[in-house]
């Protein structure tokens, strides 16, 4: 484990009093909106702006532009590092950030304050920041900013990771949609579409066949491989691939099979795409699941329950049309 000076640990400290801080204004100044309309508001037939960026608020410190120091958590004798990717903290990113806190999860944000973002480039972020963990053993874990939530703590997590995919050094999210092959015309062109999909990706034990890489987690020596392959991919694929899910997709298909996998079952990372309401089960806290002592949440009111797979997924991921 790395060792921290007293000031650092405390700049972290701050940094998430003031992150949370800011989050809880957040709602309350959208709730401000919805109840009241300003003159200027009347004047423009009742035309109101939704207040939806906390950086619009003046009380955010400058200095919180520039946290990005990676610091990490202990967790069942690992060396955990949460990252997120958030270059404006709205809403839906704090949903993401309030609920990792219940859980106990504190998240690395990355990304803050920049003014143009592509999803092509999370790939030179997220291989920034496994570079500045010098650990090769320690265990990073991504989600996306915006509409994901965290349902169980960090244990669990971590548990799940290194005793259900023992196999494996990196496990990623699985969903239903096969993006960008079948989806982007640039890729279609070049790969063929559906029967790319249907050939090349390995067989899957659920509907969950094909990769998203809104949620993955992973060991930072295999991370730092699968990302500078796919650095090294030549730009014209990479046009192609439109994505960073494209280009993490291309690189796990043609050359790190072997040591990456996809969470088929959801048991980390559950992708909503294509499920149905009735496949989600909440059990209340008066009706724990017994058998499944992962499933216990911190400060959990309730639990989530997929029902095909009979199981309780760590992540909740909305994405695509999935959103709840």
Not at 217 to 239: F, H, T, V
Not at 273 to 302: C, M, W
Request: charged residues 20%; proline residues 5%.
């Amino acid at each position: 484990m790395p060792q921290f000076s007293p000031f650092r640990l405390l700049k972290f400290v701050v940094v998430m009093f003031v992150l949370a801080n800011v989050c809880l204004l957040v709602f309350i100044f959208k709730l401000r909106s919805i109840s009241s309309v300003s003159e200027e508001n009347e004047i423009n037939d009742g035309q109101q702006e939704p207040f939806e960026e906390v950086s619009q608020l003046p009380f955010l410190p400058t200095s919180f532009k520039s946290f990005t120091e990676m610091v990490p958590m202990n967790v069942l004798g690992e060396e955990f590092y949460p990252i997120t990717i958030a270059t404006k903290l709205n809403e839906n990113a704090c949903k993401l950030l309030y609920s990792a806190l219940r859980n106990g999860i504190n998240f690395n944000i990355l990304g803050y304050g920049m003014e143009k973002f592509t999803l092509s480039q999370k790939i030179d972020i997220i291989f920034e920041a496994l570079e500045k963990v010098k650990n090769p053993n320690a265990i990073l874990m991504f989600l996306d900013a915006y509409d994901v939530v965290v349902l169980q703590h960090a244990e669990a997590i971590i548990s799940k990771f290194v005793n259900h995919f023992s196999n494996y050094s990196i496990v990623f999210n699985a969903e239903m949609n096969c993006h960008p092959f079948g989806v982007v015309e640039s890729a279609i062109k070049r790969w063929g579409g559906n029967s790319f999909c249907q050939k090349e990706y390995p067989s899957s034990p659920t509907r969950f066949k094909y990769l998203n890489s809104g949620g993955f987690i992973g060991r930072q020596s295999a991370l730092l491989d699968l990302y500078k392959k796919i650095l090294a991919l030549p730009q014209d694929i990479k046009d192609d691939l439109f994505d960073d899910q494209g280009m993490t997709a291309y690189v796990w298909l043609t050359q790190a099979r072997d040591y990456l996998t996809l969470d088929y079952k959801g048991d980390l990372f559950l992708s909503l795409l294509e499920v149905q309401t009735h496949e989600i089960l909440v059990r209340g806290s008066y009706n724990p699941p017994v058998h499944e002592e992962e499933a216990k949440a911190t400060h959990a009111d309730f639990w989530l329950e997929f029902v095909p797979h009979s199981n309780y997924p760590a992540v909740l991921h909305g994405n695509g049309w999935g959103k709840w």
